[in-house]
């Protein structure tokens, strides 16, 4: 199921370009998992459930302690994320940009994150862009705002986002696409209509997560 190219109507406040930095407490209840911390930009946003998703937060929950009950036997440790996308470089980036006002620049992930760059147009000094992602297939979703990080063009800028994991499992896929509102006008980055998506997977005896390609620190 693709989420794209239909308008939200956004239900939180306009975010502006100078960055206004949120610090969303993180929940987690599964016992001896280490914390992850970004001492970067990103900070990690709190969950929130769109008014489209048509369960809740305790029902995901408890869906979620389900499964990590029923793998135990599977250590995160043990797995690792596979991307399903291809990314422009600079000057591709550049030109889709300028293009469709919205893509996905760059993004990363390490043990319980994805965090990313999102570019944009300088249309207006007001921005607000949303990520929009699902772990079942967008029977639930969530939305995280970016935060402003700079503007490596005059014309255009970066906001950088996270999502946090509450859990992996094997075969579990994580997919997101990007909502970006601006003078009044809403554009989407979903992939060509696919969304963005990664794959869990277990490791093989001789993957090594720090120099595997596909879980390289920049994708």
């Not at 422009?88 to 620049?105: M, R, Y």
């Not at 969304?195 to 620190?217: A, E, M, W």
């Amino acid at each position: 199921m693709s989420y794209s190219d239909n308008p939200v109507r956004p239900h939180r406040g306009i975010l502006r370009c100078r960055s206004e930095r949120c610090s969303p407490n993180r929940h987690s209840e599964v016992k001896n998992k280490k914390n992850v911390r970004f001492r970067e930009y990103v900070d990690l946003e709190e969950f929130e459930i769109s008014s489209k998703a048509t369960t809740s937060k305790e029902d995901f929950r408890s869906s979620r302690s389900i499964r990590l009950n029923h793998n135990e036997e599977d250590s995160s440790s043990d797995l690792h994320l596979i991307k399903d996308f291809w990314l422009p470089n600079i000057h591709e980036l550049q030109w889709l940009t300028a293009c469709q006002k919205v893509h996905l620049e760059s993004v990363r992930w390490f043990g319980r994150a994805i965090t990313g760059v999102v570019r944009v147009a300088n249309l207006s000094f007001e921005k607000k862009i949303e990520i929009k992602y699902s772990f079942d297939g967008w029977n639930t979703m969530f939305s995280n705002k970016a935060s402003y990080s700079g503007s490596p063009l005059p014309t255009q800028d970066q906001f950088s986002f996270c999502i946090f994991l509450p859990f992996l499992d094997v075969d579990m896929e994580v997919v997101f696409c990007i909502h970006f509102e601006s003078n009044g006008q809403s554009y989407w980055d979903s992939n060509g209509g696919h969304n963005y998506r990664f794959t869990c997977v277990k490791s093989t005896f001789n993957d090594n997560p720090l120099f595997h390609t596909d879980c390289s620190i920049f994708f």
